[in-house]
């Protein structure tokens, strides 16, 4: 995790974001933690959500390419307070902080943010049911701790008639955002709707975009698209090849050797 202030982020696209300072506590001042549960082992709600989450971190880890660390992660605890419960987004992404070596110890289980020194810089929840306070309470909890860029995926519409809402923070609140898949504040990407077929199911899926609207692949797309240009180039060097074939044997038809 980096302390010094940071230089503009710069994707493989070129897009550059807001500069901003990272102030993590020094750890002599860290609070106590002992009595902090991280996890409780409860199950994600079900397949679909499971799924999605995998698809917005796994795709991140697989494709992005940017200048500094971040950390992607899925139904892990933010803690913003030493006395105050966390908060379990299902995705969070922080930019320009660094997961330590070691996840085994209880400070490095979840996202204290007295220790990576920032919130994140987007949090996405994905809707499964009408329990969740995904835009009541939560959205409340994530404007008051100053989360930048707050998504509600709500596939079957069981909140609103919406089935994405993006929100971005604006003085002390949220407002709703009139095209949730524009590029996000201080991060370089967008979100977006996409139909089509992960792993082995077809649905309609939040997935991360660039710049200029691509997908950020995951790592069995990027793998299929690596096979199809080796193909590719496999096939070009087969019909040059035959090209020559025939060309020289064109040459020695009308009795000219190609080696002279």
């Known amino acids: 995790m980096s302390s010094s202030a940071e230089q503009p982020l710069k994707t493989e696209k070129g897009t550059v974001a807001e500069p901003f300072q990272l102030k993590p506590l020094p750890p002599e001042d860290w609070p106590s933690i002992d009595h902090i549960v991280t ?3 409860a199950p994600v709600d079900n397949v ?40 379990v987004p299902d995705v969070l992404l922080s930019v320009g902080v660094r997961l330590p070596e070691n996840l085994f110890p209880k400070l490095n289980r979840s996202y204290f943010v007295w220790a990576y020194g920032k919130v994140p810089e987007v949090v996405i929840e994905i809707v499964s ?14 404007a008051n701790i100053r989360v930048l860029n707050y998504f509600i995926f709500d596939p079957e519409q069981q909140l609103s008639d919406d089935i994405f809402r993006g929100f971005r923070l604006n003085g002390g ?12 504040a201080r991060v370089g990407l967008g979100l977006k709707l996409w139909h089509g077929r992960y792993e082995d ?7 991360w975009v660039d710049a200029d609207g691509s997908l950020i692949a995951t790592g069995a797309e ?11 180039e496999s096939q070009r060097a087969e019909a040059v090849a035959r090209e020559n074939k025939r060309l020289i044997e064109l040459l020695r038809a009308r009795g000219v050797d190609p080696a002279e």
């Open 173 to 184: 609140g949220y407002t709703p955002m009139s095209n949730p898949s524009a590029q996000l």
């Open 222 to 232: 990027r793998a299929e698209a690596e096979f199809q240009r080796a193909e590719a």
């Open 48 to 87: 679909f959500s499971e799924k999605q989450m995998r698809l917005l971190t796994e795709s991140l880890y697989a494709s992005w390419k940017i200048d500094r660390p971040f950390v992607a992660f899925a139904n892990v605890g933010l803690f913003y307070g030493v006395n105050i419960p966390p908060i």
């Open 201 to 207: 199911t077809d649905a309609q899926w939040l997935r």
């Open 39 to 41: 996890e409780d082992g």
């Open 129 to 142: 049911n009408r329990q969740g306070g995904e835009d009541t309470e939560k959205l409340d909890i994530y």
